[in-house]
């Protein structure tokens, strides 16, 4: 067993389980009677020694219920490329440092691919320079796109907010006896889960969306033309991922204006259902419209998935005891077992960071235009079940720092 | 006691209440052993003779149950102007011999101000050329913009979304620790009822948002500018209704681009988030995004306040009761008693027709940025409250024709 206290930081974009994994990897911490202290702003707190003391506030059950359903990173979030240690030996030094003053000798970083690369830079830092900190990474993102894991956590909780908008907004578009075309973008850059996972809005009641488009597969604007003309839906909802190309790879909301870039380099996309919507409105001519999910889709806590959320929880504790046990570089994931249950298993950061995890072909239609039943199969385990939500003055209560 | 059927139909933009509404038409129809007709999208079901008998299928509480809460217009919804009768007397004929064909002499309209200008005139005809038939107006609109009324049934739904949905993301604008402006557009055309609900985001853990600007006051951008650089919040959330207009009445979405008209001659308006964003990036050169809610302010139902929803019931009985009274041309309402309890009241379709209630003064700050605690007093009890939801696979159970 490793001795010392422990470190918790967030990054990367928010989720609405994020909270929820912090829970567990202070569960976690409180089990083995250690101190938890939680960086603010990501790997930033640690660089600037910004520090809280959880074991205050979260020794309130409470508070750590209502913790487990607050949406976004409550300890704050940082989009912060960590720099190679052969580039910035002080910063590095100035790191393990601060974790030194605060006798900090494992740490758990929550967050995406962008943020498992720093858990392994941190990690082989340590390694080599034997600075005695253990690091490890606990997924979260609503993209699904990490390696190596049967699915994020986080993404249970976005694919439920998307399917149940989505069987929503169809109710809204089939009250009219005119035809209509509603064209619904949802997040996703390179990797069409969260798109995907619209088709979990089809019931007994609605068969939207009538068409589904992920950026795994090129969409021509004359492919895009002859599916609509093809479908025989009154009122036909499509749901498109805010990455879709053309067939020359070109995203459609560049075809709209220009973009600028995130620190990563990464564009920064949107629009892609309002070039849709124009395109199908010059050629149908029938109402026509178009609806971005936004960010909604990863800070809408309060129908979330509990099978999201409890899972969530647990990858969290399983992490703090991971480093306790004095592993480190490594980044927890998911593995399915029967059906459906989940164990937890742990990967090489090098597996996991800056690498992405597409929808395989297996998922998407031959047609190019919808998911498959094996993605419905896989899917739909992950969106069952509701949080209990605490309400204060008719809406959600939330907890900040 | 009038003999004979009911029909009930539905009309004009969908909510999240308008089939509660209808529970309540269908349960008073019911309580008096009566059989009741939906005309399938509104008032064109009628004319077109297209009626659905809806004994059979609610005769099944769970139904009633499901219908409940399940978002936008069962029978279907249409935008109609009905012509005056001296216009065109031959279809007037017709909707009151489709009525006699089902012996209907009971027509219970929900609807907004529009289809209360329906209300009117079938009433009038009715009672000039002994049609026998009574015609009852019951209220839905998100926008809560109907005169004589305390509030409008789907208004408190469509507030709890904004004010959870405003929460929401004011938590995922926290996260980082470089200065933002989020602005946030919310549903109201002329009328910013709504749009003031963003002010129930409030809470012990966020002063979101910081800046509310209804459609009642002009906007220059000058003012904004200003009311920006005086605001100290770090991660700044705006929220605007989409009809907000600068000082020379101008609407802000119409500086950017042409719009559209709806078939009542309303401008179809989008984009006013967009183009505060365009003009705040621009002024301070910092992050600034815009989110749009969209439809889901009035489809979104698995957070519906049951307040609401429970009112909505009730005005629908009280409609049936009024009907089958003998009473016509007028449309039902809600005055607020005590702290808090609601009366149903009546009024004639005359003084409710085409008319817009708008946000008071008293309601507005005199900064003309915020809202008056006497709105969050009004507006609060509208939203407490949370319905049981029905899912099936894990995303809400619906109803559907």
Redesign the interface.
Known sequence: MIQGNFAVA?SGG?TSAINATLCGVIEGAFSQGRRIYGAV?GI?GVINDSFTDLNITFSNMDNIQLLKT????YL????YKLPASEDNYELYEKIFSNFKKHDVTMFIYIGGNDSMDTVRKLSAYSKKYNKGVYIVGVPKTIDNDLMNTDHTPGFGSAA?FV???V???A??C????DPSITVIEIMGRNAGWLTAASA??R?N??DAPHLIYLPEKQLSVEKLINDVESCKARNMVIAVSEGIKNENGEYFSNLACNISHDEFGHAQLSGSARVVENILKEKFGIKTRS??L???Q??????A?RTDLDESVKIGKAGASAASEGMSGIVMGFKRTGNYSIDIITNNATDVANLEKKVPDSYISRTFNDVTDDFIEYC?PL????PS?I??????????L
Do not use: W
């Open positions: 967030q928010p702003n930033l607050t949406p976004s990173a704050g979030s940082c989009r439920k399917a149940t908008a069987s929503e907004i109710r809204d089939a009250v009219y006896a979990l809005a019931s009641t609605s609806v971005e936004n960010v909604l990863r800070c809408s806590s309060h129908f998935s739909l969106v069952q079940g509701e939500i309400t204060e003055k008719g809406i959600p209560k939330h907890i900040a």
